[in-house]
């Protein structure tokens, strides 16, 4: 199915130990609102290697950074821009490296590596495909409540962070007035469609996946346009 106009990929590349690789995947939709050119993907590269790297070193848990909560071994490593073409092909890239600081600093036992924060992505067209969802892993079992469940204020920073990122990056730097709009891509509906809410509840993944038992408390906060 054909991709809209002005869609850019982005991924998020971080390693965990030797052997384990986690990509997050990201797109934007770039807005021109001037005669000036729009974002450049350099621009879009840096900017989200910078809005990404403050949610590790910004944000505070019970007085600590959100690396304070994510295991020594995670190490945030590049993130590489690609526009789109209406195939879904990229046609050109861009690529900015993260700085030393972006990588978890627990001195606590990890959780197992495949337990992760479901962070969704709620946009202003209902059902599935306007929908998205990121999955946050990494953590130890300081960011553990009681019953095993995410600890409230662990899932307020994650929630609360996700959302800055997307308001902060619809005005790249050095991009003038020109916005990015975080989007969800449906590719079987040919459109994007903007993100507009952040959502994370107090169950792990796999927790999620047995959540017939199990209540799920849902914490949210808005991306404005």
Known sequence: MPVPNNVVRVNIRATVGPAEEIVHTLHFVRVNTTATEDPTLQQIANEVRNRWQDILTVFAVDGSTLAS????????????????????????????LFAGTAKGS????????????????????????????????????????????????????????????????????????????????????????????????????????RQNALFETFDTAPITY
């Not at 627990?106 to 969802?133: C, F, H, W, Y």
């Not at 079992?141 to 996700?162: E, M, N, W, Y």
């Not at 459109?191 to 509840?201: H, L």
């Open 69 to 96: 909560l994510l295991r020594t071994d995670l190490i945030y490593k590049t993130v590489d821009a690609y526009a789109l073409s209406a195939a879904g092909l990229a046609t050109s890239q861009a690529q900015a």
């Open 106 to 209: 627990s001195s606590d036992v990890p959780l197992p590596p495949e337990v992760a924060l479901v962070v969704s992505l709620k946009t202003e067209m209902p059902g599935r495909s306007g929908r998205g969802r990121l999955y946050m892993g990494g953590f130890d079992r300081s960011a553990l409540f009681t019953g095993g469940l995410v600890k409230p204020v662990v899932q307020d920073t994650v929630v609360q962070a996700l959302a800055t990122f997307g308001n902060t990056m619809k005005m790249p730097t050095g991009a003038g007035t020109d916005r990015l709009n975080w989007v969800v891509l449906s590719r079987t509906k040919t459109m994007v469609n903007r993100i507009v809410e952040t959502r994370v509840g107090d169950l792990w993944d796999v927790q999620r996946r």
